[in-house]
């Protein structure tokens, strides 16, 4: 007999449910949990997504406006302008997600694991990748020096090369840092001062940035070591109740309401299959590749 308060694990197929069994107050506090905690993970790996989004709109965009420079648009001054907005708009989206997702990392552990080994080994982990890796740790800096002080690409411009035994020129779009015009704010003179003596004034972008997406797979399987045994069991839980389904229909749990003499409202949740297979993939093979 179903009962009005209790909490059932169901198989559902086009809004029609059966009821596998009854669960109990711990499996459902316990599955709760795990669901929270599923989501959590969905969380970061979606703002990983976010960071490889960027940093691919980043690219297209040059892409696009060096390949508009073959294609017979008019380079004027407007045009420029449009250039040099564009590619400095899609830097800062890349620069801000990568950074704010290794703060959202640390903040998460921190509060976790405050003063533990966990957190302090991935501190640790964290710092050894910031020290190593001067594009990494530029591109930190940069971020707040592109939101709280100007643009950080300084240099957006067309150059003209002759052709050689002709009177014909080919055009060049050049994105560049100007070390001068970093260095005239204080905190990037002072945290990367000694580390920008061996640049020329002017050094390309692409040279910074083009490995840059090693870092943040480094971050989030930084990330996944702490947490690997954690995310695990509560995907193992998960798949407990996925398997007593032996049908291939959606697998939920919730309560039933009865209205009415014969209708019944179910009030489900979904068991998400798909963050499941998804965590088990990066967690039992290799996380997230170069």
């Known amino acids: 007999m179903v009962k009005k308060d209790n909490v059932y694990l169901f198989s559902e197929k086009n809004r029609e449910y059966k ?18 905690v599923l989501h959590e993970f ?52 890349f620069i801000s997600s990568l950074k704010s997702y290794s703060e959202h990392l640390d903040i998460k552990l921190a509060n976790k694991y405050p003063n533990k ?43 003209g090369n002759r052709i050689e035994d002709s009177e014909d020129f080919t055009k060049e779009l050049i994105i560049e840092f100007e070390k001068e015009k970093l260095l005239k704010n204080p905190r990037m003179k002072k ?3 000694k580390d920008l003596e061996k640049y020329n004034n002017f050094f390309p972008v692409q040279f910074i940035v083009h490995d840059i997406k090693k ?37 939920c749990y919730g309560k039933i309401t009865k209205k009415g003499d014969t209708d019944f409202i179910y009030e489900t949740i979904v068991i998400q299959e798909n963050i499941v297979k998804r965590l088990n993939e990066l967690l039992n093979e290799s996380p997230f590749k170069n």
Do not use: C, W
């Open 19 to 36: 009821i596998i069994r009854e669960l109990s107050q711990s499996e459902v506090e316990k599955i709760e949990y795990a669901n929270e």
């Open 42 to 93: 969905l969380y970061f790996e979606r703002r990983f997504e976010v960071i490889n989004r960027n940093y691919k709109e980043y690219h297209e965009t040059v892409y696009r406006y060096s390949k508009n420079r073959k294609d017979g648009i008019k380079i004027n001054k407007e045009y420029m302008n449009e250039t040099f907005v564009e590619i400095n708009r899609t830097f800062i989206n």
């Open 117 to 159: 080994e966990e957190y302090l080994n991935f501190k640790k982990a964290v710092s050894l990748i910031y020290d190593n890796n001067f594009s990494y740790k530029f591109l930190s800096i940069l971020r707040d020096y592109a939101i709280h002080y100007n643009f950080p690409i300084q240099i957006v411009r067309i150059k």
């Open 191 to 193: 945290k990367l001062g």
């Open 215 to 251: 870092i943040f797979i480094q971050l989030f399987n930084e990330f996944l070591k702490v947490e690997k045994t954690f995310y695990q069991e509560q995907a193992n839980l998960f798949q407990k109740f996925l398997s007593e389904n032996i049908n291939t229909d959606t697998t």
